[in-house]
């Protein structure tokens, strides 16, 4: 099969055209109408075999995973995904791999009702590169410098479960089936919180969205925001399968996890119900897990409130 | 090095807020500012090695490549270019790799005015995914749809050096030391045709890309625009290091060559003042090679005007 059969079997569908498209998938470029009053957030996110996903991944979750991923950083903005570029390197044209890999992709941007309008195919080791493309009412993106001294912090979700099922995958934990297949969904079908984000908007003072471990994501949010905080270990939340870890392994896990495609961010104590009715708008779980301080640094308190060494750190790419 | 640390010493730089980028690289989304009036043209390309360039390659010219094969996509449909994103995937942090691959990025960036506002960097096997973003007036951007039986046909610069330069590294042929060092050149440094791309709104019919070579681009082409052409195999412009080789060399390169980025248009005889005034003002070779015709099919014409067999076909990246 060639490139271009390629592309119009698994990737070319018909869309609608108009409202933010005008044309799609075949030409050299997509075009896009911007609406006035609105502005355009972009990102962009490459997954790698054995880095990103496992070799054993079915292909329709990895499809899932490699736009999730993307429209969690639309999420932790607060923007309404739009559209969305494909480039993929393939080492050879597996149709039963494309056939998965397309299903997964377009259930999730049609449950966003998100557009692929373009991308790239080629041979070469096995690589997914997406880049999404939203919108937010003028100056209501929510951003990682926003975050105040006294505001509360949130997480959206349940933190962890991502990383556990790695390890069990890696042979240095145990689980039992049901629980397994439980954290193996949260690894491999993360939920982007698009609707928390843009329920968000107006309320929360700064948002990112986890995908390198708590800490080092909180880290990033407090270095833009020019502040610190403190978290409280016992009120972070996490399944029943990552309860029934040591505890160690547990704050290794929602500490600085990575893969959790969660929601973190910060509101005024007086935005709580308005927090409290986007976590009930979008049906997401929200939990409060400490507070933004003036005082540089991170603190790690535990149920008594007392501090804690910060000996673990956030995921990096380069260093593990 | 981390990933973040590798990203603020090679690819974050200070960017002029305001105009079109409100938020470069930092937050989960770059933010834009689309303005009224305009359409936004959004093109990505991923480059393999040992696909689309050698491990031999100095990094420079890769950087400078990896921008121009998308700048090239967004000339093709007469787009302005403003930002871009950059996913890199390498199999270690390479220093000097990195500061050479940046530096030739950013060179052709900033000759053209265009902001990196993103992306993404992970370990894996080399591989680079850009996706640019620009602008045209609403209605303004060249597609490959638009051409008309009658119309002339069009290419810029000359073709099929990057070819020639691929088989002298394959081996398959042998250049003197000035004409390989041109014709690696045309290879590793395209040129995109960005200028001549703005100064064809309004007077070309259609236009596309070259990467996969003329025919099969021209095919893409006249597929859609539902139309024919003839080609007139003696106009087809080449450099004298081409000139040298056997014909049916020459032939191979200039049809079926592949990585030329030139542009490939189309146009009414009425416009024949206006696309040399387009040549001069964008100071670009432009040749005209054919013309559009209603009966489908591609005839290639010899010097005599005698049609001659087709028997090379377009490079897919899945066939070759």
Request: charged share 20%; hydrophobic share 45%.
């Amino acid at each position: 099969m060639g490139e271009f059969d390629l592309i119009k079997r698994y990737f070319k569908r018909d869309i609608a055209l108009g409202a933010t498209v005008d044309l799609g998938i075949g030409d050299d470029c997509a075009l896009l109408s911007p609406s006035p009053g609105v502005q355009t957030l972009i990102s962009c996110d490459m997954l790698v075999e054995g880095r990103h996903f496992l070799s054993t991944v079915q292909p329709d979750r990895l499809g899932h995973k490699a736009l999730a991923v993307n429209l969690s950083d639309l999420a932790a903005c607060g923007a309404t995904p739009r559209v969305f570029t494909l480039a993929l390197a393939l080492p050879k044209v597996d149709e039963g791999f494309l056939e998965g890999f397309s299903r997964g992709l377009f259930a999730l941007a049609d449950a966003h009702g998100i557009t692929l309008i373009g991308g790239d195919t080629t041979a070469g080791p096995l690589n997914i590169c997406i880049t999404v493309i939203g919108e937010a009412p003028t100056g209501s993106a929510l951003l990682r410098s926003g975050a105040r001294a006294g505001d509360d912090l949130y997480v959206s979700g349940r933190l962890g479960d991502a990383r556990l099922a790695l390890e069990v995958f890696r042979g240095k934990l145990n689980l039992l089936g049901e629980q397994f297949e439980q954290v193996r969904l949260a690894m491999e079908c993360p939920q982007p919180r698009v609707a928390l984000g843009q329920a968000l908007r107006g309320v929360a003072s700064s948002a990112i969205d986890l995908s390198d471990g708590l800490i080092g994501d909180l880290g990033h949010l407090l270095q833009a925001s020019k502040v610190g905080a403190s978290l409280a270990l016992e009120a972070l939340p996490h399944s029943a399968a990552l309860a029934g870890q040591p505890l160690a392994i547990q704050r290794e896990c929602m500490l600085a996890g990575g893969d959790d495609y969660e929601l973190l961010f910060s509101a005024p104590t007086a935005a709580r119900t308005a927090v409290r009715n986007a976590a009930i708008a979008s049906a997401t779980l929200v939990t409060r897990i400490g507070s933004i301080d003036q005082a540089f640094g991170l603190r790690l308190l535990d149920g008594q409130g007392q501090a804690l060494p910060l000996s673990l750190a956030g995921f990096d790419h380069f260093k593990s």
